[in-house]
C-alpha cells in the first residue's frame, strides 16, 4: 500500500499534542503561570511510561519462549537499556520543575484536588510488569491500590497483575541455565572454601580495627553471622527455602545459583550478554528507587509536611515506598558473596570451552 506524503506538524499531530494543556487555574479565572509547566512535565512523564511500556513488553515476549536464542537476548538487552536511558531523562525533568518554587505551586495546588500521581495507571502497570507484587506495595489511604481507580481502570491492573512479568521470566530463564551441572568438577565446594576464607579474613579484620571498641566488635561479628547463616542456604534448599518464606529471597534456588554464577565468571565469553542483562536489571531497579527517592524530596521541598492532594502523607508515602518497592533486590543482596576474581576455583578446560562459544556442537560434514 503506497502511502500520501505527510508533513511533519501531521504525523505528530502537533495540533492534538499543544491542545491538551488546559489550565485548571485559568478555568478559575486566577491564571497560575507555572501550572503549565507542572502539566507539560506530567504529560512527558506519561509519554515517557508509554515507551518503557511497548519496551517491557517487548521484553516479556521475548522473554517468554521456552529459550532464548542469542540475537534475541542481545535485542532484550537494547530494549532493556533503552528503558534505563529514558529514566535518567525522567529524573532530570524533575530539575526542570523544582524551577518552580513551592509558593508558586500554591498558587493551583488547592485546584488539583483529588488528583494525585498516585492514580498514574501507566506507572502501576510499569510496576506491575516489573514484577512488584500487590501484597509488597505500600498502603495508600487504607485501601487497596487498584481502589483508587475506576473498574476499568482496575481490570487493566489486575490483567497486568496476573499477567506475566519481568521478573518471572527472569525467574525461569535463570532456571535453565545449562552451565551448573555441565561437568563433574565440584565447583560450589571449592567455592564455597573460597568464601568461607573471605568471612575468617573479616572476622580478623574486625578483631584487629582499632577504631572499633567492643560493643561496635559485637555488632559487625553478629552482621557476619548473619550474612553466613544465608551464605549456608545457598548449598542447603531447605534452608534456602525457609530464607524465601521469610522474604529474604524472592528467586527459585536455581535461578539464584546461576545468577551468582554468572556475576563470577562474567569474563568468559558466553556469559557476557547474561551478566549484562542482570547488570540492566539491577539498573533498571536503581533508577526507579532514585527516582522515587528524588520525587520525596521534590514534594518535601514543595509542600512540607503538607497531605499530598491525593489524601495520603505526601513525602512520607513516597519516601516508604522508595525502601519497599524494590524488585530485584536479590541481585544487589548477591554480592554479600563475591570473592575477589584472583580467588576463584580455576573451571577445568573442557568446561571453560562450553563457555567460551563451544558450547553447541555442530554436526560433522560427510
Same mark, same amino acid.
Given at each position: 500500500?503506497?502511502?500520501?506524503?505527510?508533513?511533519?506538524?501531521?504525523?505528530?499531530?502537533? @495540533?492534538? /499534542? !499543544?491542545?491538551?494543556?488546559?489550565?485548571? &487555574?485559568?478555568?478559575? #479565572?486566577?491564571?497560575?503561570?507555572?501550572?503549565? %509547566?507542572?502539566?507539560?512535565?506530567?504529560?512527558?512523564?506519561?509519554?515517557?511510561?508509554?515507551?518503557?511500556?511497548?519496551?517491557?513488553?517487548?521484553?516479556?515476549?521475548?522473554?517468554?519462549?521456552?529459550?532464548?536464542?542469542?540475537?534475541?537476548?542481545?535485542?532484550?538487552?537494547?530494549?532493556?537499556?533503552?528503558?534505563?536511558?529514558?529514566?535518567?531523562?525522567?529524573?532530570?525533568?524533575?530539575?526542570?520543575?523544582?524551577?518552580?518554587?513551592?509558593?508558586?505551586?500554591?498558587?493551583?495546588? @488547592?485546584? /488539583? !484536588?483529588?488528583?494525585?500521581?498516585?492514580? &498514574?495507571?501507566?506507572? #502501576?502497570?510499569?510496576?506491575?510488569?516489573?514484577? %512488584?507484587?500487590?501484597?509488597?506495595?505500600?498502603?495508600?489511604?487504607?485501601?487497596?491500590?487498584?481502589?483508587?481507580?475506576?473498574?476499568?481502570?482496575?481490570?487493566?491492573?489486575?490483567?497486568?497483575?496476573?499477567?506475566?512479568?519481568?521478573?518471572?521470566?527472569?525467574?525461569?530463564?535463570?532456571?535453565?541455565?545449562?552451565?551448573?551441572?555441565?561437568?563433574?568438577?565440584?565447583?560450589?565446594?571449592?567455592?564455597?572454601?573460597?568464601?568461607?576464607?573471605?568471612?575468617?579474613?573479616?572476622?580478623?579484620?574486625?578483631?584487629?580495627?582499632?577504631?572499633?571498641?567492643?560493643?561496635?566488635?559485637? #555488632?559487625?561479628?553478629?552482621?557476619?553471622?548473619?550474612?553466613?547463616?544465608?551464605?549456608?542456604?545457598?548449598?542447603?534448599?531447605?534452608?534456602?527455602?525457609?530464607?524465601?518464606?521469610?522474604?529474604?529471597?524472592?528467586?527459585?534456588?536455581?535461578?539464584?545459583?546461576?545468577?551468582?554464577?554468572?556475576?563470577?565468571?562474567?569474563?568468559?565469553?558466553?556469559?557476557?550478554?547474561?551478566?549484562?542483562?542482570?547488570?540492566?536489571?539491577?539498573?533498571?531497579?536503581?533508577?526507579?528507587?532514585?527516582?522515587?527517592?528524588?520525587?520525596?524530596?521534590?514534594?518535601?521541598?514543595?509542600?512540607?509536611?503538607?497531605?499530598?492532594?491525593?489524601?495520603?502523607?505526601?513525602?512520607?508515602?513516597?519516601?516508604?515506598?522508595?525502601?519497599?518497592?524494590?524488585?530485584?533486590?536479590?541481585?544487589?543482596?548477591?554480592?554479600?558473596?563475591?570473592?575477589?576474581?584472583?580467588?576463584?576455583?580455576?573451571?577445568?578446560?573442557?568446561?571453560?570451552?562450553?563457555?567460551?562459544?563451544?558450547?553447541?556442537?555442530?554436526?560433522?560434514?560427510?
Amino acid at each position: 500500500m503506497k502511502l500520501k506524503p505527510i508533513s511533519y506538524h501531521d504525523y505528530l499531530k502537533i @495540533d492534538t /499534542l !499543544l491542545s491538551c494543556q488546559k489550565l485548571r &487555574s485559568e478555568e478559575a #479565572k486566577r491564571t497560575a503561570h507555572d501550572e503549565h %509547566l507542572f502539566i507539560i512535565v506530567h504529560q512527558c512523564y506519561e509519554l515517557w511510561f508509554k515507551q518503557i511500556l511497548q519496551e517491557l513488553n517487548s521484553a516479556i515476549s521475548v522473554m517468554s519462549a521456552p529459550s532464548i536464542e542469542e540475537k534475541d537476548l542481545g535485542l532484550l538487552l537494547s530494549r532493556l537499556e533503552r528503558v534505563t536511558q529514558i529514566q535518567r531523562v525522567m529524573d532530570q525533568q524533575i530539575d526542570v520543575l523544582e524551577t518552580m518554587t513551592p509558593m508558586d505551586f500554591l498558587e493551583f495546588r @488547592d485546584l /488539583l !484536588l483529588p488528583a494525585s500521581g498516585f492514580q &498514574s495507571l501507566q506507572f #502501576k502497570i510499569f510496576e506491575n510488569k516489573m514484577g %512488584l507484587r500487590s501484597e509488597q506495595r505500600i498502603v495508600y489511604n487504607n485501601a487497596h491500590y487498584t481502589e483508587h481507580f475506576d473498574s476499568a481502570h482496575q481490570d487493566i491492573l489486575k490483567a497486568a497483575e496476573d499477567g506475566p512479568s519481568l521478573f518471572t521470566c527472569v525467574d525461569q530463564w535463570l532456571e535453565r541455565t545449562p552451565f551448573l551441572t555441565a561437568t563433574d568438577f565440584n565447583f560450589w565446594e571449592s567455592y564455597k572454601s573460597a568464601v568461607e576464607k573471605m568471612f575468617q579474613r573479616e572476622h580478623q579484620m574486625i578483631n584487629e580495627n582499632p577504631l572499633l571498641n567492643e560493643e561496635s566488635k559485637q #555488632k559487625n561479628y553478629k552482621i557476619m553471622e548473619e550474612s553466613k547463616g544465608i551464605f549456608d542456604g545457598l548449598f542447603d534448599e531447605e534452608k534456602f527455602k525457609e530464607l524465601r518464606k521469610q522474604g529474604f529471597w524472592r528467586l527459585s534456588h536455581k535461578s539464584i545459583l546461576a545468577a551468582l554464577f554468572i556475576h563470577l565468571y562474567r569474563d568468559m565469553p558466553i556469559l557476557h550478554l547474561p551478566f549484562k542483562l542482570l547488570t540492566t536489571l539491577k539498573d533498571i531497579d536503581e533508577n526507579l528507587t532514585h527516582w522515587r527517592y528524588r520525587h520525596a524530596l521534590m514534594v518535601m521541598r514543595m509542600i512540607g509536611t503538607k497531605v499530598g492532594t491525593g489524601g495520603s502523607s505526601g513525602a512520607k508515602y513516597l519516601k516508604d515506598s522508595t525502601e519497599k518497592h524494590k524488585i530485584f533486590q536479590d541481585f544487589f543482596q548477591l554480592t554479600t558473596f563475591f570473592i575477589p576474581r584472583s580467588e576463584l576455583p580455576e573451571l577445568p578446560l573442557e568446561f571453560q570451552k562450553k563457555l567460551d562459544f563451544h558450547y553447541h556442537q555442530f554436526p560433522k560434514k560427510n
